[in-house]
Nanobody, 125 residues
């Protein structure tokens, strides 16, 4: 079965950086787009970034443009989220997700069919 496992979350001061990883198994990783979403306490899950199957196209939520970079290594079945210039408002649980077949660069949760368990990112002021 498809499994997505995130890692790399933690506590960081404002202005700092973190790199999240999401390792996929049970799927032909290179065939699918991938995405990152985040959910803060009491708020709905929101789109952060997405990447197509090859890594040649990416999309970002407005609040992270210019600060976050999504990338992937198909040889390692892993997608990454490099987060720079972190702000307290970036505090959330971050989830990676696999695109549904035929979809790519989706910005809504419905466009993804498998999700990881999430990793907590906390940015202190």
């Amino acid at each position: 079965q498809v499994q997505l496992v995130e890692s790399g979350g933690g506590l960081v001061q404002a202005g700092g950086s973190l790199r999240l990883s999401c390792a996929a198994s049970g799927v032909t990783f290179s065939r699918y787009g991938m995405g990152w979403f985040r959910q803060a306490p009491g708020k709905e899950r929101k789109f952060v970034a997405a990447i197509n199957w090859s890594g040649g196209s990416t999309a970002y939520g407005d609040s992270v443009k210019g600060r976050f970079t999504i990338s992937r290594d198909n040889a390692k079945n892993t997608v990454y989220l490099q987060m720079n210039s972190l702000k307290p408002e970036d505090t959330a649980v971050y989830y990676c997700a696999k695109s549904r077949p035929g979809r790519a660069l989706g910005v809504i949760a419905y466009e993804y069919d498998y999700w990881g368990q999430g990793t907590q990112v906390t940015v202190s002021s």
